[in-house]
């Protein structure tokens, strides 16, 4: 594996019985990068961040981790990793601060007391509180502290934000920024596109056990429909805009007014619209979640593989 990946993914398969959960999963991921997964529950996401630690073995395929192999040095990799898993258990007799002194022995003299009680304090948890009476999203902030308490050179989250309000998420979400800052790869599972268009430098979107696509999240609303209103100063006759490349739908408001619907680039629209006496032009641009629905939604014999 090449020094520049963190994590590099090939052509990795896993079945429970017979329900097939990763079907082929290719992947890298660069050191140092914030890079979002993406997809729906049952996508595959949590799976492949389980056969990154060798929490489970995949059926086949080749996986590499800070160029290390999950199953033969599997103590090496994972005493350089901060891990959250999406199913989080804690023992709900210790106290808050007790679960996190609990697992800062098991990882030797690397973990900071000053530092747990920093981030302890950035979120907002009662290290004194037993973590039986802690609500869902004050388990999950342990587990955030827990995950990060070791400056690890790698952070694998899995749906990190779950259960936290918006405050506790931009908090969160500047954690993981500082962490990056500090040379940290983080490597982060969600389903909420606008945390991933927050965070991510790249996400990769996972569909049937599958990656489908790989790219930046800016450039995923470029994919979505745009709906463009255009006001003209006389009475027009439009067709000559239905077969505008780009062009999907069309729709007469009156006389003056055309409503049209485009994928794409607009540059072929705005020059046919240049031969037309136009008073206005207001384009709306479509929500990253319409973006990820107009791409996901794509038959999968046109999605990359």
């Known amino acids: 594996m090449s020094n520049t990946l963190a994590i590099a993914i090939h052509d990795l398969h896993k079945r429970y019985g017979r329900m097939p959960a990763l079907g082929g999963v290719d992947l890298e991921v660069s050191r140092g990068e914030l890079f979002g997964f993406l997809g729906p529950n049952g996508a595959g996401k949590t799976t492949t961040i389980r056969c990154l630690l060798d929490l489970i073995r995949p059926d086949a395929g080749e996986i590499r981790v800070l160029g290390l192999d999950p199953h033969a040095q599997g103590l090496e990799l994972r005493s350089q990793t901060g891990y959250l898993p999406g199913e989080l258990n804690l023992d709900p007799a210790l106290r808050a601060g007790a679960m996190l002194r609990y697992l800062a022995h098991l990882r030797g003299s690397r973990v900071d007391w000053g530092h747990v009680q920093a981030l302890a304090s950035r979120l ?171 791409s996901y939604s794509r038959p999968s014999q046109e999605v990359a593989q």
Do not use: C, W
């Open 124 to 294: 907002e948890i009662d290290l004194h509180t037993p973590i039986k009476n802690l609500s869902k999203g004050n388990k999950q902030k342990v587990g955030i502290v827990q995950a990060l308490m070791a400056r690890p050179t790698l952070l694998l989250l899995d749906e990190p934000t779950a259960g936290l309000d918006p405050l506790m998420q931009q908090r969160v979400y500047s954690l993981l920024r500082s962490a990056q800052a500090e040379g940290a790869t983080v490597f982060f599972s969600s389903h909420i596109i606008s945390e991933v268009e927050l965070l991510a430098d790249r996400v990769a979107m996972i569909r049937d056990g599958r990656i489908v696509d790989l790219l930046e999240p800016r450039s995923l609303a470029e994919r979505a429909i745009r709906r463009v209103l255009v006001v003209f100063a006389t009475a027009i006759n439009s067709e000559s805009l239905h077969d505008v490349p780009g062009v999907t739908r069309t729709e007469q408001l009156d006389q003056r007014r055309l409503k049209l619907h485009i994928q794409g680039d607009m540059d072929a629209l705005v020059k046919a619209l240049a031969l037309f006496p136009v008073e206005s032009l207001e384009v709306e641009r479509p929500s990253l979640e319409e973006a990820f629905l107009a």
